[in-house]
């Protein structure tokens, strides 16, 4: 198995990506380490962080493949991305398709999501390879826009970034969706210091998953 393959694979079966929009690096290393200590297992360092292709670099140095599974968000360009692949991202997340990004990334083998919000846009990342297309921003439509999306397009494997919370997190999944996105709704808790709920935090939306897709 490729390790394209195995990041997909890893994922998906975790279902939740912690997307980490920091003020600090140090702040951003914090939450990967309350985030990953709840049972998370994907962190997304989004290019809204000061000094993320640093943090990115550290973050896979100090932990093992197995422990984490480390992606680049808010990538808007292919110097970027490839930055961040160099740096040690195993997957990268983009709010919006950029056609050159996404060449990039199935050259290098590293799974690429980039935003969508119409059946179009989910077609057009389809069609240029993306593997996962992001739903985004997710709290413009709601749980129920994954079905509508797979109503037409079945065979299209979706993550909504941007409204999910621990109160929707279980109607996103079994809406069908094969992973999602969380950013402040779990890491609020970086503002005062509170990693330790957000460790707590990060277990209950890992418990939520698993149980919605049981149902």
């Known amino acids: 198995m490729s390790n394209k393959w195995n990041t997909l694979n890893r994922i998906e079966e975790s ?11 140090d702040q951003a290393k914090k939450i990967t380490d309350a985030c990953l200590a709840g049972g998370a297992a994907a962190i997304e360092i989004t290019y809204t962080t000061p000094g993320a292709t640093k943090v990115i670099e550290e973050l896979a140095k100090n932990y093992s493949p197995e422990q984490i599974i480390i992606g680049a968000g808010t ?20 709010p919006c ?3 050159d990004t996404l060449k990039l990334c199935n050259r290098y083998q590293i799974p690429c999501m980039p935003g969508a919000m119409t059946i179009a ?18 709290e413009a439509f709601g749980p129920s826009i994954i079905k509508s999306i797979k109503g037409p397009l079945p065979q299209a494997n979706l993550m909504p970034t941007g409204g999910v919370n621990i109160d929707n997190v279980d109607q996103w999944i079994k809406a069908g969706a094969v992973a ?18 957000m460790q707590k935090l ?3 939306f890992v418990q939520r998953i698993k149980l919605a897709r049981q149902k």
């Open 180 to 197: 999602v996105g969380v950013g402040g709704s779990l890491t609020k808790g970086a503002k005062t210091g509170d990693y330790e709920g």
């Open 97 to 99: 398709l950029d056609i």
């Open 75 to 94: 990538v808007l360009d292919t110097e970027t991305a490839r930055a961040a692949i160099l740096a040690g991202a195993q997957y990268i997340v983009s």
């Open 15 to 25: 279902g939740l990506v912690v997307v980490v929009r920091a003020d600090s690096a």
């Open 202 to 204: 990060a277990a209950e």
């Open 121 to 138: 846009d989910v077609v057009h990342a389809m069609e240029f390879g993306a593997d996962i297309v992001k739903v985004f921003p997710g």
